[in-house]
């Protein structure tokens, strides 16, 4: 953390909002107590009166609620949603979406947090039209949020507990209809993890779908320890993951990465020992070779000059090269669970966007900006629901 603070071009990408464990709470008003306890930049920008309004309005609307423990799930919620594919003026924002029910395998997590990746926004354009679960669609695969019920045969959590995860299985392959945009997500108990005590929502949510795939491709092109990788795409969701995991897990020799000019400093930060500037050189004119290209840009050609006799290409999108492979990530609550000591002790942290965190309300803003493809690590949604962290600074 020291090395990541000490770079102050990089500084504002990891600060760390106190937890809400930690938070002693102040006597005013509920719109005060946000306000002073999480970083105040946060909040910069939101509006506390119209999400408090909303939130209760939605609650109020409810025809059937159920009570557990000292909170209420509505039967009615807030959530983005289309009901057609296109660009992101498609995405509607709903106070009347019905709470998803929940299966005998799953938990209802009130969402605190979510995250956005780019498979969200190539399917809302309809790339993915043939495999994609029914529209209406509420979007959103990365979630952080508390447990508020549990199904039947759910035995590793409980009400109450703090989790994050990627709520899609297959990403590609009839992913959930009614995701993490939302007040309420459904979500199978196996897809879950605890979150890490020492991250808070914002972080959590940041993780599950980039550091999934960020640890099944080095798993799948068998980077083991000693090996060298190049990382193409350094500094964005996946590859800033990547760059630590190869790292801090894997025990990698050397890691190269690119990036444009201002994020070199921080590949350096990540650990990379090599940050080559994509936009002054290149990088398959290079003279070094690796033993592992990863590849999360859509650079297949280039990256298969550049790997050594025997060596793997992971290739995220774009055409492959052989001896490239390309793979999509499977979610699975087992790698965050691997992976939270990791987090817990500070070797491997969530690299969140300066823009972010972006509330609920600002949604499509936040996707526009996603879409630029000029985002540095993790664009987060925050806060989703706010009546949670309430409680929490109240007790
Ligand atoms: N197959 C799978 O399972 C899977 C899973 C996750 C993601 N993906 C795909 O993998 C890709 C990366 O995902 P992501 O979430 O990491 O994306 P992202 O965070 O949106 O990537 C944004 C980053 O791309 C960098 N970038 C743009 N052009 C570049 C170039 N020519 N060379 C190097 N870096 C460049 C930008 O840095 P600069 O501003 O410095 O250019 C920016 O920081 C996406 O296409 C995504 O759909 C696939």
Known sequence: MEALLSSTSITSLHLQPPSVSTFIPPKPTLKTKLKNTYNKHLYSNYNYNTSLRISCSASKSATEATAIGSSTIPSEMKAWVYDEYGGVDVLKYATDVTVPSVADDQVLVKVVAAALNPVDFKRRLGKFQATDSALPTVPGYDVAGVVVKVGKQV??????DEVYGDISEKALDGPKQSGSLAEYTAV????LALKPKNLDFIQAASLPLAIETAYEGLERAGFSEGKSLLVLNGAGGVGSLVIQLAKQVFGASKVAATSSTPKLELLKSLGADVAIDYTKENFEELPDKYDVVYDAIGQGEKAAK??????????LTGAVTPPGFRFVVTS???TLTKL???LESGKVKAVIDPNSPFPFDRVKEAFSYLETNRATGKVVVYPVSEEYILEKLAK
């Open 155 to 160: 035995k590793g959590l409980k009400v109450g």
């Open 188 to 191: 199978e108990e196996k897809l």
């Open 306 to 315: 550049v790997v050594k006799e025997g060596g793997s290409v992971v290739v």
């Open 332 to 334: 699975t609550g087992s």
């Open 340 to 342: 939270n000591p990791y």
